[in-house]
Structures are given as C-alpha cells and as structure tokens.
C-alpha cells in the first residue's frame, strides 16, 4: 500500500512537471510567433534596457550625460551621471545575466523578455494548481497565454518581467503560508513552515518592487487587508523581510529617486534633470529642457486657465505637472483628475484589444460570482486588491495605465472560472454527462480561445502598422556604414524609445532635437552654436526640406533623412495561409 501512495506521487510529479513544460515551451512559441511569421519584432525599448547593457559593460547605472544625451557605451564611466530613474534592479539583473549569456543584439533581445514572461506563467499556474484543481490550472495556463495585454507586454523591454517574476514568488509563498486561512478563513497557530513561506513571500514583494516600483501600489492594500482579516502574525512575517530589504537597499537613496517628484515639488535640479526619459514628458527635447524651459513652461501653465482650451485637456495638463514636480494639484483638481482617470482604468477591463471585449468582461465577472462560492478569502482579495489599486492610481499617483499587467493573473484566473462555471450551467441545464459534458467544455474554451486569437491578430496589425522598427534598423545600417566617432553626436527626430532602440543597435551617441525646436534655431540663426555644445556632427531622421536647411547652417553630416525607404522583409506564401485562417 505504502509502495502504490509512492508510485502515484510519483507518477503525479511527473505529470505535473510535463504539463508545467509543455505551458513552458507553448507559452515562448506563441509570444514569439509574431516575430516568426513577420520576420521582425516591435519590441520597444527603454532606458533601463540601455542601463542593462551599460551595467554589464561598465558597470554604472547610466545613459546619459549633464545635456542628455544618450552616449556610446564607451563614454558612460568618462560623461555620464547616475541615472535617477527607478526600477533599478531590473537593470542590474540584465546587467548579470548579459555577463552569463553574452550583450544579445537588438533583434534577439526580446527573447530574454519573453522567457521571464513565461517562466511568471509557470509560476502563476503553479500558484493555480495549488489552490483549485487541474483541470482549472490548465484553462488558466491557455487563458494566460492567449490573454492580449500578456501577449504583448513581453515586447516591452525591462519593463515588468522582472517584477512579475518576483510578484509571481510571493504569490506562491504566500499562499503556501496563509493556506489554512485561505480555505477555512479561521486564523489558525502558523507552522514554523507556513512561517518561513511568509518571510520569503515578504523578500520576493520586496524584490518586486524594487524591479518596478509600480507594483508597490499593492502593498498598502495587503498590508490592510491582512489588518482586517486580523492575521497579525502573517503580516508581521510577511513586512518584516519587506521593510528590512526596502530599508536597506531603497530607502537610503529615496532622495535621488526620480519618482519622488510624483510627491513633492521639493526636489533637486539634479535630479529634475537626470533623465530624459521622465522630463520628456513634458518638455519635447534636452534643448528645450536646458535652455529654454521657463520659457515653455510658462507657455504651459497658462494653457490650464486658457478656457479656449478642453477642460479635460487642461486637467491633463495639470496632472502632468503635479508628477513632474513642477506644480501641486490642488485637492478638487485633484478630484477632477481622479475622476478624470478612474474611468480609463475600469474600461481596460472592458477593452477590446487588452481583454477581448464584452463577452470576456461578463466571463470575468461570472468567474468573479464563482470565486466568491468556491473561495471567499480570495474573492474578498481580488476585489479589494484591484479596486484599491485603481483608486490608488487615480487619486493619489494620478497615474494613467496603458495595460492591465499588475492584474494579469487574477484575470486570467476569473475568466478560466468563468469558463468552467459557463460550461457547468450548459452541462447541468441539458442534463449531459461524460463525453458530452467533455466536448462542451472543449467547445467553449476553444471559442474562447479563438475570440482572443482574433483579438491578437487585429491587435499585432496594428502593432506592426505602426512600428517604427523597420526605418529604425535601415537608420542603424546607415550609421554603421560611416566611420562616426562614438564622441560625435548624432541629432534624431525619433520617438524616445525609437532613439534607446538607435543607441542600443549602434553603440553611437544620439540625442533629442524635434523638428520645431530645429527650425526655431534656424531662425535665430544659432543652430550651429547650438550643435557645437551639444557635440553634434551627424543628423538623422528629418524631412529632405528640413535637412537641406541644416546642412546649409551647420557644420553636419547628413546620415539618412526620413524619406529613407526601408526593407520589408517578404511573408512566405504558408504563413500567409495560415494567417488567413484566423482572418
């Protein structure tokens, strides 16, 4: 009898290993099947994508110099400062897995981003297969796959994958701690092992917040909901680690965080300056920022008592400005931007192209209604969870969100709830059973699946209709083909993360210059002076007419202008096929 329990745990080790590798490998193929079928990613870069790279190459965590100029890897321990921007172990771990694997170049880089996203998943579906059953934990895995908003956050770079696979941890850790709680809500004596599960739960929160300081929204949510429930004693195990770490390694350098100014008006010029990437906001490029910015921002300010402006612009306006540092926002300004955000959040969760519509929305609240039945704890969790955060958001940060990626698996796993207590009402309604009652649940997954495939294929047309990463990859050929110093700098009119995109493809020196700032120094007749403090030599990207002037008063080198053509790579006739089923 003994040998028989053994062999089956055994054998239920092996099938859960299987099927964490299979949701492993299916999740790395699909994300990664764009860039198959197209031949080219839209990922989008970000500062602390090139942090990562000079971490591993010089050891700093910097990109930029006093005039912000985003330098040449080269140049980064002799010109560069500290970049104050946060989210900065998600850097430093690139920094260390770049010396394990090699610096990936620009194209193959999005791989690193999509296995940590799929390692969160089998994390994710662990913490699922845990508290519910099999058949739930596989639903999930595919929702979670197929999910739009997952499906493309891998493509942004050194964003949340650090962070989601610490906050994934926690979950788990958690979980295995409150356990007992989670099923009977009777605060029971905590084992030295749940225990132990809470200290490291609190470590990984700490970890997560610290890769993306974004996700700390849910802290003060956690720490009151476990207040409220009066498990004392698994708060204290869990904020013990977490204070000790953000004691440690966050607090003493609070003052040179850059996210500060979402606070406080009292901080540094240094800081303010630090990174383009947080006042480019605001202000369209270094130039204006250094030497021109009363000037600008005067022309701003008034614009919020302009009544010929929106009032929704002008309260937009005024919510940029309280996280900028630059001016507080009163307290019913304060309600009117909240107001203002609040419904922007509520219908992403609604939104087409990031859960897949109406019909998934009712799925997540049928799944919600489910969860309420099945586990009371974790229902009452979600809810506060989610709706805290989104109040957080709105009236506190003032922070609008183009995703849903905090909330990923709690979506997923309503929606896969939904689809069981979906398919459950079918079943029970015409009374079937067996292989019938099989194929219902086949059906009605699949239709969910393929709802949310033909979101992704709508959604990927749009991403790569509107990416730059073509023109982008034909402007680094051409700077490769000449011999430009990495001490010259070359002067782009770029969308930012198509600039940290050039810098990291060419190792060359770029910076910031749009077009009206260009042709108001043309007609100062400063534009040459202006390049020499800059160190431009180079100018890429303008308008033939625009770069005809330039080169007429300035001492540049034209390198490629914005009427460049680019290579499309050729879909082949079978991808063409096979994309046109799910047309």
Same mark, same amino acid.
């Given at each position: 009898?003994?040998?028989?329990?053994?062999?089956?745990?055994?054998?239920?080790?092996?099938?859960?290993?299987?099927?964490?590798?299979?949701?492993?490998?299916?999740?790395?193929?699909?994300?990664?099947?764009?860039?198959?079928?197209?031949?080219?990613?839209?990922?989008?870069?970000?500062?602390?994508?090139?942090? @990562?790279?000079?971490?591993?190459?010089?050891?700093?965590?910097?990109?930029?110099?006093?005039?912000?100029?985003?330098?040449?890897?080269?140049?980064?321990?002799?010109?560069?400062?500290?970049?104050?921007?946060?989210?900065?172990?998600?850097?430093?771990?690139?920094?260390?897995?770049?010396?394990?694997?090699?610096?990936?170049?620009?194209?193959? #880089?999005?791989?690193?981003? #999509?296995?940590?996203?799929?390692?969160?998943?089998?994390?994710?579906?662990?913490?699922?297969?845990?508290?519910?059953?099999?058949?739930?934990?596989?639903?999930?895995?595919?929702?979670?796959?197929?999910?739009?908003?997952?499906?493309?956050?891998?493509?942004?770079?050194?964003?949340?994958?650090?962070?989601? =696979?610490?906050?994934?941890?926690? &979950?788990?850790?958690?979980?295995?701690?409150?356990?007992?709680?989670?099923?009977?809500?009777?605060?029971?004596?905590?084992?030295?092992?749940?225990?132990?599960?809470?200290?490291?739960?609190?470590?990984?929160?700490?970890?997560?917040?610290?890769?993306?300081?974004?996700?700390?929204? *849910?802290?003060?949510?956690?720490? *009151?909901?476990?207040?409220?429930?009066?498990?004392?004693?698994?708060?204290?195990?869990?904020?013990?680690?977490?204070?000790?770490?953000?004691?440690?390694?966050?607090?003493?350098?609070?003052?040179?965080?850059?996210?500060?100014?979402? &606070?406080?008006?009292?901080?540094?010029?240094?800081?303010?300056?630090?990174?383009?990437?947080?006042?480019?906001?605001?202000?369209?490029?270094?130039?204006?920022?250094? =030497?021109?910015?009363?000037?600008?921002?005067?022309?701003?300010?008034?614009?919020?008592?302009?009544?010929?402006?929106?009032?929704?612009?002008?309260?937009?306006?005024?919510?940029?400005?309280?996280?900028? @540092?630059?001016?507080?926002?009163?307290?019913?300004?304060?309600?009117?931007?909240?107001?203002?955000? *609040?419904?922007?959040?509520?219908?992403? =969760?609604?939104?087409?192209?990031?859960?897949?519509?109406?019909?998934?929305?009712?799925?997540?609240?049928?799944?919600?209604?489910?969860?309420?039945?099945?586990?009371?704890?974790?229902?009452?969790?979600?809810?506060?969870?989610?709706?805290?955060?989104?109040?957080?958001?709105?009236?506190?940060?003032?922070?609008?969100?183009?995703?849903?990626?905090?909330?990923?698996?709690?979506?997923?796993?309503?929606?896969?709830?939904?689809?069981?207590?979906?398919?459950?009402?079918? #079943?029970?309604?015409?009374?079937?059973?067996?292989?019938?009652?099989?194929?219902?649940?086949?059906?009605?997954?699949?239709?969910?699946?393929?709802?949310?495939?033909?979101?992704?294929?709508?959604?990927?047309?749009?991403?790569?209709?509107?990416?730059?990463?073509?023109?982008?990859?034909?402007?680094?050929?051409?700077?490769?083909?000449?011999?430009?110093?990495?001490?010259?700098?070359?002067?782009?009119?770029?969308?930012?993360?198509?600039?940290?995109?050039?810098?990291?493809?060419?190792?060359?020196?770029?910076?910031?210059?749009?077009?009206?700032?260009?042709?108001?120094?043309?007609?100062?007749?400063?534009?040459?002076?202006? =390049?020499?403090?800059?160190?431009?030599?180079?100018?890429? @990207?303008?308008?033939?007419?625009?770069?005809?002037?330039?080169?007429?008063?300035?001492?540049?080198?034209?390198?490629?202008?914005?009427?460049?053509?680019?290579?499309?790579?050729?879909?082949?006739?079978?991808?063409?096929?096979?994309?046109?089923?799910?047309?």
């Amino acid at each position: 009898m003994l040998e028989t329990n053994q062999d089956n745990k055994i054998k239920s080790f092996l099938l859960v290993g299987i099927f964490l590798l299979v949701v492993f490998v299916l999740a790395v193929a699909v994300w990664y099947s764009p860039v198959l079928f197209k031949g080219y990613s839209t990922h989008v870069f970000t500062t602390n994508t090139l942090m @990562g790279r000079n971490v591993y190459l010089t050891g700093l965590y910097s990109a930029e110099n006093d005039l912000n100029v985003f330098l040449a890897p080269s140049l980064v321990k002799e010109q560069g400062h500290i970049s104050a921007y946060g989210n900065k172990l998600t850097s430093l771990i690139y920094g260390k897995v770049f010396k394990i694997t090699g610096l990936p170049d620009e194209n193959n #880089i999005v791989l690193f981003s #999509i296995i940590f996203h799929a390692l969160t998943l089998l994390i994710l579906t662990g913490v699922v297969l845990y508290l519910f059953k099999f058949k739930t934990a596989i639903i999930f895995s595919l929702v979670y796959i197929f999910l739009p908003f997952n499906w493309h956050q891998p493509y942004h770079l050194s964003t949340y994958e650090l962070s989601l =696979f610490f906050f994934a941890l926690f &979950f788990l850790f958690y979980f295995w701690g409150v356990k007992g709680g989670v099923l009977t809500e009777k605060i029971q004596k905590l084992s030295l092992g749940r225990g132990i599960c809470l200290i490291i739960s609190g470590s990984f929160l700490a970890l997560a917040g610290l890769s993306k300081e974004a996700v700390l929204l *849910i802290v003060p949510v956690l720490f *009151i909901f476990l207040w409220v429930k009066k498990q004392r004693l698994q708060l204290f195990y869990i904020f013990l680690p977490f204070v000790v770490l953000f004691g440690v390694f966050w607090l003493p350098g609070i003052s040179n965080n850059i996210y500060l100014q979402f &606070f406080t008006t009292q901080v540094s010029e240094e800081i303010k300056s630090a990174d383009f990437a947080f006042y480019g906001h605001i202000y369209p490029d270094p130039y204006t920022y250094h =030497f021109k910015q009363e000037e600008y921002l005067e022309d701003y300010k008034e614009q919020l008592t302009d009544e010929s402006v929106p009032l929704i612009e002008r309260v937009g306006k005024a919510k940029v400005l309280q996280n900028m @540092g630059i001016q507080k926002v009163g307290l019913i300004d304060r309600v009117k931007v909240g107001l203002l955000i *609040i419904p922007r959040h509520v219908f992403r =969760f609604i939104s087409l192209e990031d859960v897949g519509g109406p019909f998934i929305f009712l799925l997540i609240l049928l799944g919600l209604y489910s969860l309420r039945k099945k586990n009371k704890y974790l229902y009452q969790f979600f809810v506060y969870w989610i709706l805290s955060a989104i109040f957080l958001m709105a009236f506190v940060v003032l922070a609008i969100r183009n995703h849903l990626m905090d909330f990923n698996w709690a979506i997923a796993l309503l929606i896969s709830l939904g689809i069981l207590a979906l398919c459950k009402i079918i #079943i029970k309604y015409f009374d079937l059973k067996d292989k019938k009652a099989l194929v219902v649940y086949l059906i009605i997954l699949l239709a969910v699946l393929y709802n949310l495939v033909l979101v992704n294929h709508v959604s990927w047309s749009r991403a790569y209709d509107s990416s730059n990463y073509l023109i982008i990859t034909a402007y680094s050929q051409e700077i490769k083909k000449l011999n430009i110093l990495d001490q010259d700098v070359i002067a782009v009119d770029l969308h930012p993360s198509d600039l940290y995109y050039l810098n990291y493809a060419t190792n060359k020196s770029v910076v910031m210059f749009t077009p009206k700032t260009v042709e108001d120094l043309l007609e100062e007749n400063i534009l040459n002076d202006i =390049f020499k403090e800059f160190k431009v030599r180079y100018v890429l @990207g303008y308008s033939d007419e625009l770069t005809k002037a330039i080169l007429k008063q300035a001492d540049v080198v034209n390198v490629a202008s914005n009427s460049l053509e680019p290579v499309v790579p050729e879909m082949s006739r079978n991808k063409g096929w096979l994309m046109n089923l799910i047309n």
